[in-house]
């Protein structure tokens, strides 16, 4: 792919295969070399671009935010995500690029957590996340509406906000309970599960996969309740309740 894209030169096509070979790079965890792909793309979007923004711009600010964060380049990160917030806003929100923008703000609170910054930040930053929505609610923006619950959950329990980080995780479990995908749901349980451990509710936790377990009856949804079972089984041993475990 790398010598078409020499071959093709600069334009909108070798941006979507720099992209492209960037993502795939990504998900190997060749770190380096994605985020190389990432930067050229960007370099040949303000080529082609200049100082007219373009909504494709996101794609390779997302990345970059995302391998920049796993790089430990938190400033670099913080960077890239401010600025694909700044495009999504200028191009009136479409929708289309929200999940993108929903886990940039979930970066941007983890971001600011590891800079030290301040609880406040981060909430903020979490809030949002939750706040920018579709409408439509499915599995993924439930999932990671979830997980933005669970996060946010952390931030108040370190605050000693015993009140709110409660009440993140029950709003966390009103997104599971709409959730239709059995893995998707059993995975966001478990993390639901570990989320209320850490916030000193572990018996709650243990309630909510016992529920789950439950509901896996079928043969076809062994694998998810051996997930649920061996999350379940860590906190009842954790909790001293050896015999459930």
Known sequence: MSSLIDEEGVSIKSIRWLNR???????MRNLDKAYRCFQRALSMERLLYQTKPNMNTMTSLYFLGTTSFYLSMCRESKFYFESLVQ???SFGRPSARLMDVKKAFLYLALVSQILGNSAEESVCYFEKGIKATTGSRNDAELKLDCLLYCYLADTWHAQHNQEQAWKSALEGKACIRKIVRVQVRAQTTCHLANTLAKIQKTNEGIEILKEEVQELT??????????????LGKLCFEQGLASDA
Not at 218 to 231: D, I, P, R
């Open 87 to 89: 495009l999504f806003e």
């Open 218 to 231: 079928s043969q076809s949804q062994m694998k998810e309740k051996a997930l649920c079972l061996t999350k």
């Open 21 to 27: 070979l960037g993502e795939i790079l990504l998900e």
